[in-house]
């Protein structure tokens, strides 16, 4: 591996860093705050600029999140989708990779605070932490319905999901067994409709003839939605397509069903209890707590209002990007929070922060809407491109390039596409693992 140099960053004495030239040290300095697709896209795109860069995550590696699902959905492995961010940014000489937490922003001087208690000057920040896990106020559920922002979530979903068949399997009391073949997936936005069919299709083919006492094609899946459709952010169309799509694999899904509590034994709707051993969560997300030590206006759910450029307003050297980011198109719609969002406002921050350097006048973003895509089962998936809505395989066939495509790295390209066709000929998934529980949860990453 190349080296990168420290000449970029400045911290307290506890921190050794080599010695800088003179003239690096007159170069402007980023901190980049989040290594997933606004941070990292943002680095790159500073390669050739006259910037210290410093980029600072709580992971050692940029995680493609589009795929998490099937990590925990066992049909993948975690480093088919992830990649060491220091080797992706080794050959740039101008930047400086940290794995440390970010605990605050401290504005009036200019200096991001690490959980250490060191500090790193900044000239500009750009704040890309994302978002975790949100309950909607009962922060109870989490350890009873894990989300998926992470490998170690991804993990523990699959964990969860095998061993309720393994258990299931020595079950003598035929309730109990039913309800370890239950499992409850809350949201259905596209992770928990992407959840819900891997499961049903685990239980229909991957693990149809492998169990001696149960018949795993009897799990029953159960897709929870409080809207009165799947998909919000797709045509209805679609919602109603991948909906059908959902019954045909087996999965019940029930629209306008808002939870109202979740416990060892399963979920609550009102009055209605359904016995469940699994529940999993894809219902909604949180700011990263960073937003509120910026002391500036956030929206209901603790994202950051930024202006047209990305920035603060009023602060023209703080940049938010991705999830972490409330911002609005030239329409005045809402972005969403989504890699393609994430990835075009890293390389717009970085070409507004070269302009700034210049002297010169910072522009608006413009996000250029290239379609929505979600994956619903084997050959099936739904997708909005331009106006022009897909279904069925060429959906399928249109997601999976897509997503190979843009996967870091040429080795975790050509992996997944062989695990895919592997899968796709013999109907078996490749990581069927069930992995040690952890003593306690990990909280999930802050870079978007």
């Known amino acids: 591996m190349g080296r990168v140099v420290a000449e970029s960053v400045e911290l307290s004495p506890s921190v050794p860093a080599e010695p800088a030239s003179d003239d690096s040290l007159l170069k402007p300095r980023v901190v980049i705050v989040g290594g997933g697709f606004g941070g990292l896209y943002a680095a790159k795109a500073l390669k050739d600029q006259p910037v210290r860069v410093t980029l600072v995550d709580r992971r050692n590696h940029h995680l493609f999140q589009p795929l998490l699902y099937q990590v925990a959905s066992a049909a993948l492995s975690p480093a088919d989708i992830a990649s060491p961010i220091r080797a992706i940014l080794r050959k740039q000489v101008n930047t400086t990779v940290l794995l440390a937490e970010v605990t605050a922003i401290d504005v009036p001087a200019r200096e991001v605070v690490l959980d250490d208690g060191s500090r790193l000057p900044y000239d500009y920040v750009i704040l890309a932490a ?25 993990l523990e979903i699959r964990r969860r999901v095998l061993r309720a068949f393994e258990e299931a399997e020595r079950e003598p009391d035929p309730a109990e067994r039913e309800a370890l073949l239950t499992f409850v997936v809350v949201g259905g936005g596209p992770t928990g409709v992407e959840l819900a069919g891997s499961i049903a299709e685990i239980s229909r083919f991957t693990l149809a003839r492998d169990f001696d006492h149960i018949d795993p094609t009897k799990a029953q899946v159960i897709l929870l939605e409080g809207a009165d459709r799947l998909l919000l952010t797709f045509p209805e169309k679609l919602g109603k397509k991948a909906a059908g799509y959902l019954k045909r694999l087996g999965v019940r899904v029930r629209t306008g069903a808002m939870v109202t509590g979740i416990d060892p034994q399963g979920v609550l709707l009102g009055e209605e209890r359904i016995p469940a051993r699994t529940v999993l969560w894809a219902a909604g997300v949180r700011a990263s707590p960073l937003a509120r030590t ?58 507004n922060i070269a302009r700034a350097v210049k002297g010169e006048p910072t522009v608006p973003f413009r996000y250029k809407d290239r379609g929505n895509m979600a994956t619903v089962g084997r050959n099936v998936a739904v997708a909005d491109i ?29 992996l997944v596409t062989l695990q895919w066709i592997w899968a796709y000929v013999t109907f078996q998934r490749g990581a069927r693992l069930i992995t040690e529980e952890p003593d306690t949860r990990v909280a999930p990453p802050t870079s978007s």
């Open 386 to 414: 331009k106006g022009l809505k897909l279904t069925g395989f060429v959906a399928w066939l249109a997601w999976a390039v897509v997503h190979v495509f843009n996967l870091i790295g040429y080795k975790n390209r050509v």
């Open 130 to 154: 994302g978002t975790s896990h949100a309950y909607f106020g009962h922060d109870e559920w989490e350890p009873l319905a894990p989300g998926l922002k992470s490998l170690e979530d991804a």
């Open 294 to 351: 910026l002391g500036v206006d956030l929206d209901r759910a603790g994202r950051v209002v930024i202006g047209p450029d990305l920035s603060v307003p009023g602060r023209p050297e703080i940049f938010v990007i991705g999830d972490l980011a409330a911002g609005k198109d030239h329409r005045g719609k809402l972005l969403p929070g989504t890699a393609p969002v994430a990835i075009q406002q890293g390389h717009w921050v970085a070409s």
